[in-house]
Structures are given as C-alpha cells and as structure tokens.
C-alpha cells in the first residue's frame, strides 16, 4: 500500500500557510487522478477509431463523465506526473 500523501490543510489551518495554498492542492491522490486521465485517453482513443453513431455518443458520454470527475477534483493540480 502506498503511503498516504500528504496534505497543505493542516498547515493552512494551523497559520502556517495561506488559505489560497489549498486551492493549489488536488482533491484526489494521483492513482485516482491518472486512472481517470487513463480513461479519457482511452475514450478518446476509441472515439478516433471510429463506430456506429450510437456507440461514438456513448464513448462521448463516458469520457464526458470522467473528465467532470477529473475537473471537479482538481486533478490538474498533478501536471506532469499524470503522464509518467
């Protein structure tokens, strides 16, 4: 198991950091963050290749609902190690 990553929140409560330092923190430990970027690319992948008009829709849907989740936990915030 990996070890807990740690988190700006206590500092920035204890005094010891700026509140806005927690806006440069993702929500989401990387493992989650590169699972969901996995599978956007994946979708994006499958849509390139091609399909049926329904089966390209469902991809698009797909990818759609992992990249809000991905958005709406900050997984930007990981930049490069995403892609190592």
Do not use: N
């Amino acid at each position: 198991m990996t070890p807990a990553v740690p988190t700006l929140a206590p500092l920035a409560l204890a005094g010891f950091l700026p509140l806005s330092a927690l806006a440069l923190e993702a929500d989401a430990d990387l493992e989650t963050c590169q699972r969901w970027h996995e599978r956007i690319e994946h979708y994006t992948r499958l849509r390139r290749a091609g399909g049926s008009s329904l089966q390209m829709e469902r991809w698009r849907q797909a990818r759609k609902r992992y990249e809000e989740q991905f958005r709406d936990a900050r997984c930007h915030r990981w930049g490069r190690k995403l892609r190592d």
